[in-house]
């Protein structure tokens, strides 16, 4: 009982802010699974249509305000313009440390090895489900924290 009076004597605890997570892919249909699923469990979620669209989409947040700087980054690895793994290591060399998962159907070794030579934080062959997206991203902002 003394805790309730104290914590209600500081007022209402702060929320903590939900996660924003960017997703780049060129199906349209990744992001009518990913983003709903993810929104679900309560983070903030852009979709954008290919790489070049996640890197002006970073420009713009950089110029404007690290409020909504994401806090990862979902990634396909084969997008029209730049790939994931472009992305990828073009935020590595700016020293974007942002956690960053990358998709793909590409059923090749070589295609995950350059993926974690690249700095990605985890990696994910389509299909997959929903729910096991969800637990790589929740594991990565529990590690955050």
Not at 85 to 103: C, M
Request: net charge positive; hydrophobic share 45%; proline share 8%.
């Amino acid at each position: 009982m003394e805790i309730s009076k104290a914590n209600h004597a500081r007022g209402p605890v702060p929320r903590p802010r939900r996660k924003n997570i960017l997703i780049a892919d060129d199906d349209p249909d990744i992001h009518g699974l990913v983003g709903p699923a993810l929104r679900r469990e309560g983070y903030r979620v852009i979709a954008l249509p290919s790489g070049a669209a996640l890197m002006d989409h970073l420009g713009t947040v950089l110029l404007e305000s690290r409020r909504a700087w994401p806090d990862l980054i979902i990634t396909d690895f084969c997008m029209p313009g730049f790939t994931g793994i472009e992305v990828l290591a073009g935020l590595r060399r700016a020293d974007w440390s942002v956690p960053i998962v990358v998709i793909t159907a590409i059923d090749d070794l070589h295609v995950s090895e350059q993926a974690h030579k690249h700095g990605a934080t985890a990696f994910l062959r389509k299909p997959f489900t929903p729910s096991a997206l969800v637990g790589i991203v929740h594991g990565i902002v529990r590690a955050q924290s």
